[in-house]
């Protein structure tokens, strides 16, 4: 009589096994949609913006081609030279967009804004401006034209640089630093600068820190690099370490 009680105990431990002979079943979870995937860049625009920045990168080099660059825009309104080419003095050294970032404008069929980047340099290959652009497109003859230019977040680069370099008593070597900074590591690259630090140490060595930005004239994109130099006096000449 008692063995009743331990077969069902025995039946309640015994584990259940699936059956290996069904298919398999595909779970759907109502609701969840795949996301469409990104739409390919146009590749028609982003010429179009690529175009305009390089016509005006060259007028900020030569001034004469700022009325050419005028004519072939839709700007409603008056654009300083300024605005168009950069501070007197200065060029257009770089600049940069991305492609995911076109996207449709109000104001008209086809039309279409991009955020830029421009980066404004002096006759000495100093920064001394930086500036996000909101750019507006316009259809124009089969092609595009810049229907509206909108400067933001400008910041300008103060002339800290001469004095924080006399303060340290190299006002007169910063000029041959500049020339070492400029070279090129490709030909026909744009390099120019930002002095970032001048700092005098115990032993009487002064650092100079910088960023370098390197750009192909007419193509956007370019790339930065911190660096540091050690600059040092030894009988009186001028020497440049790595720090």
Known sequence: MRLAPLLLIVALA??????????????????????PPPAPPDMIRSAAVEEFLTARQNASID??????????????GKVTDEIL???????????DFDDADIRRAEGGEGRFGVTATVLFAS?????????????TFAPSAGGYACAKIVPTNV?????TAARDASDAGIARDMERLKEYWRRPANPGQSVAFSVSDVKRRADGDVVVSCIRYTASPGQRGYETESTSVVITKQDGSFQLKSH
Do not use: M, Y
């Open 14 to 35: 015994a584990p259940c096994f699936a059956d290996e002979s069904a298919e398999p079943q595909e779970i759907v979870l109502v609701g969840e949609n795949p996301s």
């Open 63 to 76: 001034r004469s081609l700022v009325a050419q660059v005028r004519r072939e825009t839709w700007i409603q």
């Open 85 to 95: 080419v950069g501070p007197s003095g200065a060029s257009i050294v770089a600049f």
């Open 123 to 135: 006759t000495d290959g100093q920064v001394i401006e930086t500036r996000d652009e909101e750019l």
């Open 155 to 159: 910041i300008s680069w103060e002339a």
